[in-house]
């Protein structure tokens, strides 16, 4: 692990999240999309680690969507939450033959995405859960807020918590304030699941790492100023609707 990076700096920005935004309370059923990839498996090591130490009393319950139709070996993540107390859920799906092979999207990012959310938020009702934690962190935002930008022309990106009416099941962001360089570090203490989608790699969201990649290097704290400017509404500086005469 890097030096620098510990348990205690991430559960501080989680604990910073949770203040900001009010993510978790007492008598919680949270939970989490837990897709095997680093973010999420350190978003579910987290909250334990959160619950057990700010005495805060929630429960946690991790659930997989398996996109593959039931090819995927989950069986080291059903380890690791096992090691973590946490029951682990895996809901089987085709999504991946779906969208590459029925419908063959030439952009499959957006209908992936809003299958398996559409899954997961049914589990996690069906499970008794009032919340959905997602394991989205800072780079994310930034990232979002610019394909928004850039390819629909909108200033807008995820928040850190969203209710939704359909299903009564509040979705939060806990690692909202936490660099994927950070996460990073934990990445060889996690049994990373290699994501087996055949768009890995290759979409809108990847060309923004890039670019974002290219700015921090030309302008050394531009992902951090941009993600301020993003979090805290007395930053905002834009042009009020103009008044009919």
Not at 100 to 115: A, W
Not at 162 to 170: A, D, P, Q, V
Not at 208 to 222: F, S, V, W
Request: charged share 25%.
């Amino acid at each position: 692990m890097k030096a620098g990076t510990s348990m205690q700096k991430i559960l501080s920005h989680l604990r910073r999240a949770d203040s900001d935004f009010g993510l978790v309370a007492r008598g919680d059923r949270i939970a989490v999309g837990l897709s095997g990839g680093k973010d999420s498996l350190l978003l579910l090591r987290a909250l334990a680690e959160y619950r057990r130490f700010d005495h805060t009393d929630f429960e946690l319950v991790a659930i997989t969507v398996d996109c593959t139709g039931g090819k995927a070996d989950f069986s080291k993540i059903r380890e690791f939450c096992e090691s973590l107390g946490v029951l682990h859920i895996i809901e089987q799906s085709n999504i991946f033959e779906i969208v590459f092979e029925v419908r063959k999207e030439k952009n499959p990012c957006s209908l992936c995405s809003n299958l398996r959310r559409g899954l997961l938020y049914s589990a996690a009702a069906r499970e008794g859960c009032n919340k959905v934690a997602l394991g989205h962190h800072a780079d994310d935002l930034v990232e979002t807020f610019l394909l928004s930008l850039l390819y629909e022309g909108r200033l807008s990106a995820f928040a850190p918590l969203t209710y939704l009416s359909r299903t009564k099941t509040t979705i939060i962001r806990p690692l909202l304030y936490v660099s994927e360089k950070e996460i990073k570090s934990f990445v060889r203490t996690l049994p990373i699941f290699e994501n087996p989608c055949p768009a890995n790699h290759h979409t809108r969201r990847e060309y923004m790492k890039n670019l974002m990649r290219t700015l921090e290097a030309e302008i050394p704290g531009a992902r951090r100023r941009m993600l301020a400017a993003i979090t805290s509404a007395d930053r905002y500086n834009l042009f009020p609707k103009k008044k009919k005469a």
